[in-house]
């Protein structure tokens, strides 16, 4: 699977990066990581680093990928919890979006509220629906898509790494799909997000000629939607399959 990806990270107008990525190539597999902590003090960055670190661990030490997206998120899980422990540290909590591309499959799963889309000949094929209180709100059909950005109750999470689960799957392990050439992925944290829609993802991916240009010329308009405005930190991974 030939491909060229390019990452993004930036603190925006907070003191302190709470935001994790990666891009990890292994035999012929390639996995995609974006964490974005939460809880203040710290405890976000400590949080988003044991994810995107235990994700790194497990991928490097897995013969082979087996498709078992849903086991980053347990081993991710039990190490935050083992952290709150260790350190006795509460509320260090994350998201953490996977994408792992095979020789023909990309499987992917979520937590919270950062998002992965997937193109395909210039239209968005799919995207993870977030884990938050306004995404809850449109499934209910009390609050329209295109509400969730600048909703007052945005970043209240139903659901986190590192929180107290209700049942063992808080998580989301979508249905793999079966990728072709040409295709494009972005993994991206809200504070991205919220600044762009995906008309405007699109636009650029048309005009794009590699990831890292369709990736800066996102990052144009969100730092410029974003200006004059609290800005929370933001980070995105793109990929193409050429």
């Known amino acids: 699977m030939k491909h060229d990806y390019a ?13 994790n990525l990666s891009v990890e190539v292994n035999q012929d597999s390639v996995c995609l990581m974006v964490a974005d902590g939460l809880g203040g003090h710290g405890n976000g960055q400590i949080a988003s680093a044991v994810a995107i670190k235990t994700c790194q661990e497990y991928f490097f030490c897995a013969v082979g990928f087996s498709g078992n997206i849903a086991s980053f998120f347990e081993k991710c899980q039990k190490k935050l919890l083992e952290v709150h422990t260790e350190k006795q540290i509460s509320g260090a ?11 023909k499959f990309l499987y992917w799963g979520h937590i919270g509220d950062t998002r992965t889309y997937i193109f395909r000949k210039n239209k968005l094929l799919r995207r993870t629906f977030d884990h938050s209180v306004p995404q809850m709100l449109v499934s209910l059909k009390q609050l329209r898509e295109d509400e969730i950005r600048h909703h007052e109750d945005r970043c209240r999470l139903l659901k986190a790494l590192g929180a107290n689960w209700i049942n063992d799957k808080n998580y989301t392990v979508e249905k ?19 600044f762009i829609d995906e008309d405007n993802m699109i636009d650029k991916l048309k005009q794009a000629t590699s990831a890292e240009n369709w ?28």
């Open 7 to 19: 990452i993004l990270t930036d603190k925006g107008t907070k003191t302190h990066n709470e935001d």
């Open 93 to 103: 909590l994350t998201t953490l979006n996977i994408v792992v591309i095979d020789t």
């Open 176 to 194: 793999k799909i079966r990728y072709k050439k040409g295709d494009a992925i972005l993994l991206c944290t809200d504070g991205f997000w919220e």
């Open 215 to 242: 990736l800066t010329q996102m990052k144009d308009i969100v730092v410029r939607n974003g200006e004059g405005l609290e800005m929370d930190n933001f980070s995105a991974i793109t990929l193409l399959i050429n």
